[in-house]
């Protein structure tokens, strides 16, 4: 007597990668699910991410090397260097989460690298806006 086990074929198509709770909870946040992992999308990611800094680069040069110099030179107000830096740091955290979505919908293998270094342009940013926002509050 032969025994007729049914043979189970195994399936070809990889088992679904499970991600981290915390990657699924940077998903969620910003609202970035996987939809284009090719070399294209990276590259695409990368540019926004360069953007993202070179906004940022040009309000540190305009608010502490050009506002500084010509306010004087011009007779301009002080009070005219504040809501620049308020329209350029709102430019730059814009810019910033539009780059950090496009890394994590081509699910860049430097993700979360790229995530710490713009948190950390935020975190700069918002000391330059507490500041600016605080110039105005008090009339300097």
């Known amino acids: 007597?032969?025994?007729s086990t049914p043979v189970i074929a195994e399936s070809p198509v990889a088992p679904a990668r499970r991600e981290p709770a915390i990657d699924r909870f940077m998903r969620k946040?910003?609202?970035?699910?996987?939809?284009?992992k090719s070399v294209s999308?990276?590259?695409v990611a990368h540019r926004g991410?360069?953007?993202?800094?070179v906004v940022s680069g040009l309000r540190c040069i305009i608010m502490y090397l050009l506002i500084p110099i010509l306010v004087p030179i011009l007779n301009i107000s002080g009070a005219v260097a504040a809501p620049i830096g308020i329209l350029l740091c709102a430019i730059a955290v814009v810019s910033g989460i539009i780059s950090v979505r496009r890394f994590w919908i081509s699910d860049h293998k430097s993700k979360w690298m790229y995530t710490w270094f713009i948190a950390f342009v935020f975190v700069v940013l918002a000391i330059g806006l507490f500041?600016?926002?605080n110039s105005i509050v008090s009339g300097q």
């Not at 991410?49 to 800094?53: A, D, I, T, Y």
């Open 41 to 43: 999308s990276q590259r």
């Open 131 to 133: 500041f600016d926002i």
């Open 29 to 36: 946040l910003l609202r970035a699910e996987v939809r284009d």
């Open 1 to 3: 007597m032969s025994s």
């Open 49 to 53: 991410f360069q953007v993202s800094l």
